[in-house]
């Protein structure tokens, strides 16, 4: 049975919602978007109400809806949304312009009104306006049709909505996060693999935890991980497609140290394998099976990452004394080393929008997770302390997320933390969490 179905088997049928009577057109002439933040910056005031419902008993999905999309928009840290117990205005009618003074009132800049209505056939009818309160201009407007199980979905995908047309940039709300989820003594801790949305919700476990998994990784083309599984023997590879919950077994490769990762067009896969005391990068051809071997020196080259558009790699190597991150042609070659601060730095991952490569950097008995120009240059550190790891970028290159374990008898969680070093947060999930990795956005 699929994990999860596609986009287009979520949405049956979608349309753009013209402006109402009262309400200005503004889908021609857009206001000004609210600028994506690098400093200091002030949230911008929305408003949320619960959704409508266009039909008995849908008043509980109505609100949910309401509540994903809020909840969503502020963790991005771009948004504050307003408490529905300030509205002076009860939204009873979409169909209608709001009165935009009591949302000025409030000192709302933005509205979002919607409608959850269900249909002759059983599919759940969402419609959503987002209203400019400044200008009293409606931005946006969309209609969607699905089954009722899948009305989180869709206040993902309207939040992208909003996201994208107040931003000017992609969203990273439809989106999943696959991590190891750890339980149990930290002696006899259980490792399985475990997937869920981007906001904590709807966790399943992948693996039943009686063998250990280690550094999942997202296919950035398609709804696949790649992940290490050390059974009985040797530590093998695997694919495993979270749609249809079929894997497959890539390969064994004795000795390997780190991360596998797809290429960006999900047709290779790039990996470390340790050779004596030293290890070097491959790549693995998934239709063929060829292996090609990229890096050939004394030293540990390791973690490699792929850049968007698949012509170079970023990977960490001591090759200079202690682990630093260096650049290469995807097909090897000349390496350039890109890092020099203090301390050593480790598990670079690129960007999906192609200008930064996130590291994590040890020194000083502290851990930090960070961003560079993928020249080297502009150096940022978003978050720092005992003991942070593996970062992951959102889908729209405007979030990352890690993992962060106190040490003790406490165990790993999982946090976000924006490219501007601001807002961050942890993310729920049921246990302990490591080692996540984000999905694309879901297609």
Not at 61 to 75: E, F, P, S, Y
Not at 151 to 175: L, P, V
Not at 289 to 316: M, N, Q, V
Not at 363 to 370: L, V
Request: aromatic fraction near 10%; charge should be positive; charged fraction near 20%.
């Amino acid at each position: 049975m699929p994990f999860r179905l596609n986009r287009r088997q979520i949405i049956t049928g979608m349309a753009a919602l013209g402006a109402v009577a009262g309400g200005r057109n503004a889908f021609a002439q857009a206001p000004k978007r609210i600028p994506i933040p690098e400093g200091e910056f002030v949230p911008l005031p929305i408003a949320i109400p619960n959704f409508v419902a266009g039909t008995p008993g849908d008043t509980e999905v109505g609100v949910g809806v309401a509540q994903v999309i809020t909840n969503n928009l502020k963790r991005s840290g771009l948004f504050a949304p307003i408490d529905q117990a300030a509205h002076i205005e009860r939204i009873t009618n979409i169909d209608v312009a709001p009165q935009f003074q009591s949302w000025k009132q409030i000192n709302a800049q933005a509205l979002v009104t919607g409608r959850m209505t269900r249909q002759g056939d059983g599919r759940l009818k969402a419609e959503f306006r987002l209203w400019d309160i400044n200008t009293n201009q409606q931005l946006t407007g969309q209609q969607y049709f699905t089954s009722p199980e899948y009305w989180r979905r869709i206040a993902h995908i309207i939040s992208d909505q909003i996201y994208e047309r107040m931003t000017g940039e992609k969203g990273y709300f439809d989106s999943r996060v696959v991590f190891v989820d750890e339980t149990g003594s930290k002696e006899r801790r259980v490792k399985r693999l475990a997937l869920m949305d981007q906001d904590g919700a709807n966790v399943r476990y992948l693996t039943k935890g009686s063998d250990l998994v280690l550094t999942p990784r997202f296919s950035p083309s398609t709804q696949e991980i790649t992940y290490m599984e050390f059974g009985q023997g040797d530590p093998r590879v695997y694919l495993f497609n979270v749609e249809t919950g079929q894997r497959e077994i890539v390969g064994n490769f004795p000795g390997m140290s780190f991360s596998p990762r797809f290429s960006p067009d999900g047709q290779r896969i790039i990996m470390s394998l340790q050779q004596g005391g030293n290890s070097n990068l491959f790549v693995m051809d998934l239709r063929s099976k060829s292996t090609t071997r990229l890096t050939d020196t004394p030293a540990i080259d390791t973690s490699p990452s792929y850049s968007p558009d698949g012509s170079r790699i970023c990977f960490e190597s001591d090759r200079g004394g202690k682990p630093q991150i260096y650049v290469m042609p995807a097909t090897g070659g000349g390496a350039q080393r890109i890092s020099f601060g203090e301390g050593s730095y480790s598990t670079p991952v690129w960007s999906p929008r192609g200008d930064y490569i996130a590291f994590t950097k040890q020194g000083g008995g502290a851990f930090a997770i960070g961003i560079m120009k993928t020249d080297g240059s502009g150096e940022r550190i978003l978050t720092s302390g005992f003991h942070n790891e593996g970062p992951t970028f959102s889908p729209n290159g405007r979030v990352v997320m890690f993992f962060r374990d106190p040490g003790g008898s406490g165990g790993p969680s999982l946090y976000t933390v924006d490219i501007s070093g601001r807002n961050e947060l942890r993310v729920p999930t049921p246990g302990f969490a490591s080692d996540p990795a984000w999905s694309p956005l879901l297609s």
